[in-house]
């Protein structure tokens, strides 16, 4: 049987902005995690811009619907990237995140992308965010908040 050659993967790039929401409480510093129960997948808030729509539009909207808190950007933390298969392609998505502060809201009011959304130290952070790259954004939105403050 003669053998198939695939034909490759198109590769399409991606953007996407979103935010680590900071707050101090009893003297130390809690994020904001958006959670999905069916996969068990933990993540800071982030989503793709709106045509036209600047890239800081687009983290502080994306971050006021997931989460539910009026926000207000401190700081950009820098990006990440990763790829993933969609049918027929190869997506790379470059993600920039913003360092944010809340300024009024409730994560009891966020939207249906996530079925909870809640605030958690920096350490039980670390343990629930699904992937090691949300970490290191982590670790520079403290960087960022400690420079901030």
Known sequence: MPIRARRPARVRNAVAAGGVVVRERDGKREVVLNGRHSDGTWVFPKGTPDRGEEIEDT??????????????????????????????????????????????????????????????SEDEARRLLSFDTYRDILDRAMVAAREAA
């Open 59 to 120: 983290a502080l909207r994306e971050v006021e619907e997931e989460t539910g808190l009026k926000v207000k950007i401190v700081a950009p933390i820098g990006t990440t990237d990763y790829w993933f298969a969609a049918p027929g392609e190869r997506v790379h998505k470059i993600v920039h995140f913003f360092l944010m502060k809340p300024t009024g809201g409730d994560v009891s009011a966020h939207d249906h992308e996530y079925d909870e959304v809640r605030w958690v």
